[in-house]
C-alpha cells in the first residue's frame, strides 16, 4: 500500500539555525500538506500545496516557513531561524482531491524536531 | 470556529469488551468528519470517514462511529477489542463552509486494550 514518508525521523537544531524536513507523498497525490503537533498540543494545520503553490496557510505560517517541491517527487518544509518554540512532530500529507469533497488524507509518519 | 472535543486522554478496556471513543466538534456550515489512528513510530492511518448519508459509518479494522448531529458527537466504537488496538486516535473535521483544505484535529486519545 502507498505510504506518505518523511525524514528525517528526528532532528535536532540549535535555535537560529536553518532546517528542512522533507516528505515524499503518494506519487498520484495533487494536494500537499504540513501539520504539526507540539507535545500534549492538537495536531494544527500549518500549510496546502497545489499546483506548485501555497493553496492555504495558517497563522502559524509566517514568513519564517516556506514549503517547495523541489522536483517531481519530494515535498519540503524550511524552517529559516529555528525557535525553541518551534520544537514539535511536523507531520506531511497527502491527499488526490480537495478533501472533504471526496478524499481523506493520508499522513506520513512525522519528523521530530527538537530546538535547542 | 472550527474545533474538535476529545475529553478523554486516556481510555482503558479489556480485551472483547466494546470500546468507545469519544469525539465532538464544532463547526459553521456541516461537517465532514475523520477518524484516524496512530501507533508508535508510524504515521496517522486513516479509519473512516462521514461525509453525508447514513449516520453509522463502517471503517477499517471493525471499527464504527456514529454521527449525531444533536450532540454534534462522532464517538469512534468497536464492538470487541482486541489488544492489537491500543494506539493513538484522532478525530477530525472540516467545514463545508471552509473553503480551505484543512482539518482540525482534537488533541487525541490514547486507547489501551489489556488482555
Known amino acids: 500500500e502507498p505510504e506518505v514518508t518523511q525524514t528525517p525521523s528526528h532532528q535536532v537544531t540549535q535555535m537560529g539555525q536553518e532546517v528542512i524536513l522533507r516528505c515524499v507523498p503518494i506519487?498520484?497525490?495533487?494536494?500537499f500538506y504540513w501539520y504539526r503537533q507540539i507535545l500534549g498540543q492538537k495536531v494544527e494545520f500549518l500549510v496546502s500545496?497545489?499546483?506548485?503553490?501555497?493553496?492555504?496557510k495558517s497563522e502559524i505560517f509566517d514568513d519564517q516557513f516556506s514549503v517547495e517541491r523541489p522536483d517531481g517527487s519530494n515535498f519540503t518544509l524550511k524552517i529559516r531561524s529555528t525557535k525553541l518554540e518551534d520544537s514539535a512532530m511536523y507531520f506531511c500529507?497527502?491527499?488526490?482531491?480537495?478533501?472533504?469533497?471526496?478524499?481523506?488524507?493520508?499522513f506520513g509518519p512525522g519528523t521530530r524536531l527538537t530546538v535547542l | 470556529a472550527q474545533s474538535v472535543a476529545q475529553p478523554e486522554d486516556q481510555v482503558n478496556v479489556a480485551e472483547g469488551n466494546p470500546l468507545t471513543v469519544k469525539c465532538t466538534y464544532s463547526?459553521?456550515?456541516?461537517?465532514?468528519l475523520f477518524w484516524y489512528v496512530q501507533y508508535p513510530n508510524r504515521g496517522l492511518q486513516f479509519l473512516l470517514k462521514y461525509i453525508t448519508g447514513d449516520n453509522l459509518v463502517k471503517g477499517s479494522y471493525g471499527f464504527e462511529a456514529e454521527f449525531n448531529k444533536s450532540q454534534t458527537s462522532f464517538h469512534l466504537k468497536k464492538p470487541s477489542a482486541l489488544v492489537s488496538d491500543s494506539a493513538l486516535y484522532f478525530c477530525a473535521v472540516r467545514d463545508t463552509l471552509n473553503t480551505g483544505n484543512q482539518f482540525y484535529f482534537g488533541t487525541g486519545t490514547s486507547l489501551t486494550v489489556i488482555p
Open positions: 500545496f497545489y499546483n506548485n503553490e501555497i493553496s492555504e
Open positions: 463547526v459553521s456550515g456541516n461537517p465532514y
Open positions: 506519487s498520484n497525490h495533487l494536494y
Open positions: 500529507a497527502s491527499s488526490e482531491a480537495q478533501t472533504g469533497v471526496y478524499n481523506e488524507q493520508f
